[in-house]
């Protein structure tokens, strides 16, 4: 792909976060992108507009009769899709997201990677702002970046500059019809930081050795020059790294860590402790975001930083400054004080560790956690008895159907109903609702001021995120008016 000008890449599956993201970078470096999916939410379609891409929707044969010179299928899709069809039958050339961004941009480049089942957006966002952040005294620095949602402090899910490092999150998903390992075996790390690793993604994985297995391949592809920063409080991790042929270096809580956590405190949102580095007080970090979580994603990424040259006092200034990522904890609205977070919940390892950031955050709150099972892991049972356990860390549960539940085995299918009873039965009450109309009728009748509603889902949720900010809204201007009549 050496003649961009005029050359035209389509984008099936663009509103997937990394095909979004994808498509800023090849649009950045000069090819004329269009693209399609089945349906478009924010952020990535707002994204999208930004850059100018407009998004066919639905997927048609039709969207192809432009004639493009190659098209990029995204993981979501497989044999039977009209697009991918036409592809075939006609020999349009092809490939995937991971193979085009390894062959575009990771050729020549300095490849840091964000790898585990949890943390992966939030520590690359952090990692890419810490380079920003360096590249005002370092302009070696600024760093091109991918990331798998939309980094508040950029605005934007991608980056593409003319410097050596490119920091990239991870992903051990699958990464296309034709190519079923993980897409991050694309990425040849030569850093590579590793956040956890359990059973996750139900759907292509078939049992949690067949996921470390994938992990390890990746540990495996790093240099021996180069260096793995790894969680030391999971098992998995460090049986993942084991027989790395780079230098390993581990964070956590524990004595063992080189980068060890002490004095984690919390101040409303704020989180603020201190690192040791191999025994020795190395730092001290404040940040705006609440949790356990949060302090050992930030650390992990100042590790990778401070290893490749970024100082500390810059590592310092980014995390003091850093914002976040959209749909990670995120404040999507404030009525009545009543306030409604978003956060993209996709295991219910992520649910409990969501829940005790926002215990943390509002101490005094009474906590309503509102899920939606979308993921390919909580539709299914696996973790039936996980989910029930994390969920009881609220104060309230309301539970939508399973999505789409009628593409999942029956044997296989989350039930809800089970898992409502379960919490209930714990001393939770929890509830059971059809749809979102319903969901949004149950909490206005109950929420009163000073609650705290955790919405999670890793999909559009039928638009929850604007029904219930209205409908609250609507109840505050009743009462208002109400009040004035007498």
Sequence with gaps: MTDIKNKHIHLSGICGTAMASLAGLLQQKGYRITGSDAAAYPPMSDQLHAMGIKVAEPYAES?????PDLVVIGNALSRGNPEVERVLDERIPFTSMAAILHEEFLVGRESLVVAGTHGKTTTTS???????????ENPALEPS????GVAENFGISYQLRATRTFLLEGDEYDTAFFDKGPKFLHYFPDGLILTSVEFDHADIYEDLAHVKTA????????????????????ANVSECVEH???????????????????????EGRKSLWQVHLKGELWAEFE?????????????????????????????????????SVKRRLEVRAVVDNITVIDDFAHHPTAIRETLRALRLAYPNAKLWAVLEP?????????????????????????????????RIPEGERLHPEQVIAAINAAGTPAELCADVAAIVDSLDRQLKPGD??????????????????????????????DEAHG
């Design 287 to 323: 940040m705006s975001m609440a949790g356990e979580h949060n302090a050992l994603n930030a650390t992990a990424a100042a590790a990778l930083a401070f290893n490749h040259g970024v100082p500390v006092s810059a590592i310092q200034a980014a995390l003091a400054s850093f914002h």
């Design 145 to 148: 970046f991918l990331i798998g």
């Design 126 to 136: 952090m990692l890419a702002w810490i380079y920003q952040t360096a590249s005002q």
């Design 244 to 266: 790395a042929l780079c230098r390993v270096e581990r964070y956590g809580f524990s004595n063992r860590a080189d980068w060890r956590i002490e004095n984690l405190r919390h």
């Design 374 to 406: 979308r993921s390919n892991t909580l539709r299914r049972n696996v973790f039936q008895q996980e989910l029930v356990d994390s969920l009881s860390q609220a104060d309230a549960v309301i539970m939508d159907a399973v999505y789409q539940q009628q």
């Design 63 to 67: 969207n192809l009769d432009s004639k």
């Design 452 to 481: 705290v509603v955790a919405i999670l889902s890793n999909g559009g949720f039928d638009g929850i995120y604007e029904k219930l900010p209205m409908r609250l809204s609507q109840r505050a201007h009743r009462q208002i008016a």
């Design 215 to 234: 992990f390890k391949r990746l540990v495996n592809l790093v240099p021996r020059r180069g260096v793995i920063v790894a969680y030391d409080g999971n």
